[in-house]
């Protein structure tokens, strides 16, 4: 067994850098591909973000990231944060939040037709 071992590698041809350094390129180039698609999706959710809270309008219902809904009712702008009213008619608060804890936004047009729709269902 050794014999024919022996024999393989004395006919086995040396190895080919070149297929290294194409290994090495390909490897680098899909490498560049995800960090660039990496980039532009953080981009365009970015943009979409800022959008969103670009389009606040009071009235607004606002869902946030912990999962607090309420109704704005103030934008403070110079300190970068929101009033939101949460609760029933009978027992209502105002919480501040940061901008960046909106999670998502409908409009006012939006929580009236939902109204309207439990309104019937009571």
């Known amino acids: 067994m050794l014999k024919y071992l022996l024999m393989f590698e004395?006919?086995?041809a040396p190895p080919d850098n070149s297929m290294t350094w194409i290994?090495?390129?390909i490897l680098g180039v899909l490498l560049v591909v995800m960090l660039v698609t990496s980039?532009?999706?953080r981009k365009k959710?970015?943009?979409q973000?800022?959008?969103m809270t670009n389009?606040?309008?009071l009235g607004c219902i606002i869902t946030t990231i912990g999962g607090?809904?309420?109704?704005?009712v103030e934008i403070d702008d110079e300190n970068g944060c929101y009033y939101i009213e949460t609760g029933s008619y009978k027992d209502k608060h105002t919480i501040q939040i940061v901008k960046n804890a909106i999670f998502?936004?409908?409009s006012q047009r939006d929580s009236e037709s939902v109204e309207e729709i439990t309104n019937e269902i009571k």
Do not use: H, P, Y
Not at 68 to 72: K, P, R, Y
């Open 10 to 12: 004395e006919t086995a």
């Open 23 to 25: 290994m090495f390129a």
């Open 39 to 41: 980039m532009l999706q």
């Open 45 to 47: 959710q970015k943009k």
């Open 49 to 51: 973000a800022d959008e």
């Open 55 to 57: 389009n606040l309008v």
């Open 68 to 72: 607090i809904v309420g109704t704005l």
């Open 104 to 106: 998502s936004v409908r």
